[in-house]
């Protein structure tokens, strides 16, 4: 099965809460949303992050936004202010998340690169 | 809800009341429904709710503009939105999760700042084009000293020549620092939401304590006529959903209206982010952002409401930019919890229904819970970062060099430090070990170090061991010109819940005249 990254399927936009960071992960077009329902598990996501995010990972379902919105836990260094890193807020998980590369049925792929 | 007035301190008691005999005839106070067991409780309960005049009800739509979603955030945003175009109201969400604590050292320093200064002379600016278009203002700009903020803006409005014009209102009561030691006598704990730990294993160290409240007291003072309605540590969404319960006199059961509120409030407490800036899809196709207009919401009384900007601004307002920002720091989608109603973000619809125009419809919400959450900032010791940039040729190599030394040196000199983080901006400073390997022959890259430590000395010899490397190290190292790095005082976030009531009872409007 073709690979394509996550970045030509979907959007998102990551954010912080203490300690966690949440990504939401949206559809480009609303027809490849059950496609990432099946291919963005909780485990596929945290192996994705591995080294990165440090505790487990939750996932929630919002079929209406066509978005799926992850909790990454531990993954801050210890989050808001007491955090040393550069992204103490998260923000750039959402493009760290679009990095994923994601098995795709032959016609998504020729769909999405208009090739084949 | 459990009522706890019968066991409660003599002291906490007497203290209520004195609170509730200066209470002003026609102030509202606002206590959850299930509170009702109480004799206290049934007789606030009996005072009306907003809008008890009917003749005040809205049957059009009205337009809450948002003018600012951080303190730092576009000065002349609120500007533009009084002036490009018609809105009813405007919010300007002022606080991040610690700014209380930086107001708070601000009033220990000068015991008339503590309060969101940017707020005064854009008041000073703004409040002639508001009493003219009938504009009204809610901030929670107030921080930790809402007389000094109500003072500086009645002063701002009658050196705009604006004597009678305007009301401020202001809403009391969310500051519980003084009242932290008698709440933990009483046997509230203020565990940490996070990671379980009572309060008393950080008390001597907590700088500011604030209950997020709810819309009901900002209500109250858009019903006693208020022209600006300054808050403390409001709940943000609450900014945008109070003049809706104020217009269209929702009820406090009206759960499916204020979720939609409250998501309306979601879309404008990050000011243009909700309008194209920060936006992941089509960013490069995302016109004039120099000029980006920040969200409108028209609110229609049902609680259907579309999301829009002025025309002729830069940005966009499509499906894909509302919904990256209704994602934005979401939890469990089914429980975004306020002091008002537990809206359900999975049974949002979106529509786009014209150019920079997308209809907001079919929300959900359920009763609120009986806990206020809690924001407590503590002092957790200290911080410093340090930087240098390595050019070509081998500049990651000689960063990681570089690294190695600044490290072997802080052992030597017998440093200890609760962490010490090491990245490489232009390699992993983001992505980290999803970045991959070092890039091939990157031009240049800059080494970024930090620490952190409960004691200032060892973070301060730190500071002083970056510059050495320029002329100890790897070669082809620059970008000292800032020099020393600062040491700074890390001040951590507590988030805790607490009984609402605790808090609702204590709640005061006051409101005066320019």
Known sequence: MPKLPLLRLAHARSGDKGDTVNVGVIAIRPEDYPLLVERLTVEAVKEHFRGLVHGPVERFELPNLHALNFLLHNALGGGGTLSLMTDAQGKTFSSAMLRMEIDVPDEVYRRVTGEG | ??????????????????????????????????????????????????????????????????????????????????????????????????????????????????????????????????????????????????????????????????????????????????????????????????????????????????????????????????????????????????????????????????????????????GAQATG???????????????????????????????TKHDGTGGRVSIGTVTEQLVYEMGDPREYITPDVVADFTTIRLEQVGPDRVRVHGVKGRPPTDKLKVSISYSAGYKAV??????????????????????????????????????????????????????ADAPEVQLRVAVRAADRAPVERFTREIAPLILTGPPSVTGFAGGRPKVEEVVAFWPALIDRSEIEPMLRVEVSEA
């Open chain 2, 1 to 270: 809800m459990t009522v706890e007035e019968p066991a409660r301190g003599s002291a906490r008691r007497s203290r209520g009341e004195n609170i509730l005999i200066r209470r002003s005839p026609e102030s509202n106070v606002f206590v959850h429904v299930t509170d009702l067991p109480t004799r206290r409780a049934r007789h606030i309960l009996a005072t009306p709710y907003a809008n008890a005049d009917p003749s005040t009800i809205m049957d059009r739509t009205i337009r809450i503009a948002s003018g600012q979603g951080f303190w730092g955030d576009r000065l002349d945003a609120p500007v533009e939105q009084v002036r490009r175009g018609p809105i009813d109201y405007l919010m300007l969400d002022y606080l991040a999760e610690v700014t209380m604590s930086i107001l708070q050292k601000q009033r220990s320093r000068d015991p008339a700042q503590g309060y969101a200064r940017d707020f005064v002379p854009l008041m000073g600016e703004i409040l002639p084009d508001c009493v003219e278009k009938n504009i009204r203002v809610l901030a929670n700009a107030g921080g930790v000293n809402l007389p000094a903020c109500r003072d500086a803006v009645l002063d701002a409005a009658r050196k705009a020549g604006l004597h009678g014009k305007v009301r401020v209102g202001v809403v009391y009561g969310d500051d519980i620092m003084d009242r932290l030691e008698d709440l933990l006598a009483r046997g509230h704990e203020l565990r940490n939401m996070d990671t379980g730990r009572p309060l008393t294993d950080v008390l001597d160290r907590v700088q500011s304590a604030n209950a997020y409240i709810g819309a009901r007291p900002m209500v109250e003072a858009l019903q006693r006529g208020a022209t600006v309605v300054i808050t403390g540590r409001s709940t943000d969404t609450a900014l945008t959903y109070a003049p809706m319960i104020h217009a269209f006199g929702w009820a406090p059961d009206d759960y499916d209206r204020l979720a939609a509120g409250v998501v309306a409030g979601h879309i404008n407490e990050c």
């Open chain 2, 386 to 439: 340090g930087t240098l940039v390595y050019a070509w040729p081998d500049a990651v190599e000689k960063a990681m060099a570089a690294d190695r030394i600044l490290r072997s040196r802080l052992e030597r000199l017998g440093l200890r430090f609760d962490e010490i983080r090491t990245e490489f901006v232009g390699w992993n400073a983001t992505h980290g070990p999803l970045a991959g390997p070092p890039p």
């Open chain 2, 277 to 307: 800036g920060n936006c992941l899809l089509d960013w490069q196709s995302i016109p004039d952002l120099d000029d980006v207009g920040f969200p409108i919401i028209e609110a229609a009384p049902d609680g259907t409401f579309v999301v």
